[in-house]
């Protein structure tokens, strides 16, 4: 079983980016798709990206379309979220997942890491 490291999170300004990392550990991390969700304060977990395993296909949540960018070095175990043009409704708690099967929902992923904050004031 895959487990996940997150960090990066941070209290920032609108309009300022953050970069999220996620470390895996283990030897097959380059086998598995990646997702990175969230979750706010009374909110359901929902869909931020998701790479692939190769990092050639990647999708994205029609919320953060072009202004975050979902990346992997599989030579690291890393799995990235760069994150530019934040806005306060960004907030929440970030969480990488681990999966075989290039969809969505946070069903199909059975790695999770304990998550990191991100605040972004107005």
């Known amino acids: 079983q895959v487990q996940l490291v997150e960090s990066g999170g941070g209290l920032v300004q609108a309009g300022d980016s953050l970069r999220l990392s996620c470390a895996a550990s283990g030897r097959t991390f380059s086998t598995y798709v990646m997702g990175w969700f969230r979750q706010a304060p009374g909110k359901e977990r929902e869909f931020v990206a998701i790479i692939s395993w190769s990092g050639d296909a990647t999708s994205y949540a029609d919320s953060v379309k072009g202004r975050f960018t979902i990346s992997r070095d599989n030579a690291k175990n890393t799995v990235y979220l760069q994150m530019n043009s934040l806005k306060p409704e960004d907030t929440a708690v970030y969480y990488c997942?681990?999966?075989?099967?290039?969809?969505?929902?946070?069903?199909?992923?059975?790695?999770w890491g304990q998550g990191t904050q991100v605040t972004v004031s107005s």
């Open positions: 997942a681990a999966g075989r099967r290039y969809r969505i929902t946070a069903n199909e992923y059975y790695g």
